[in-house]
């Protein structure tokens, strides 16, 4: 879904600011997606493309702190952790994402946000994968640690780089 403003003659993306958001009302459109701006003016990028990348990639990361909550009982009872170890298994994501994401934003203003994301997503996944094969308490909380590294540049680095692709010319 994409916002576009109310014309007949033009169905151009032209982007609402706190200054004239009353003045543009919006209707959503299902056709039309805004061109993505890109560095090469000659590379075609589409907006939806890079909108669907960053909602997945940091919609992953928000959702796998909550999620492990839900399967904390089965995670427990399967690995044998004391209840310690249990309350570890999800502080410790969200305790370093916490500390690690303003270092993210910050590693992605100088490296590049693009770079940070997609570093960011590979380091998830290999947590990810951690996770899957984790035989132990100690285990799942060190591969949570690694989630947590990765998550911490893919959030800010998504937001980043929707900012930049949908921002008005």
Known sequence: LCYAPI??????????TVSNIAEHPYEIHHHHFPRARHDDPDAEVLGHWILAAAIIGSSMAFINGTVTNVALPS?????????????WVVQVYALLLAT???VGGSLGDHFGHRRV??????IFALGSVGCAVAASPGQLIAARVVQALGAAGLIPGSLAILGAAFEAD
């Open 100 to 102: 690690l994401l303003l």
């Open 117 to 122: 994301f997609v570093l960011g997503l590979s």
């Open 75 to 87: 995670i427990q009872s399967d690995l044998g952790a004391p209840l310690a170890q249990a309350q």
């Open 7 to 16: 014309r007949a003659a033009s169905k151009s993306y032209t982007g609402a």
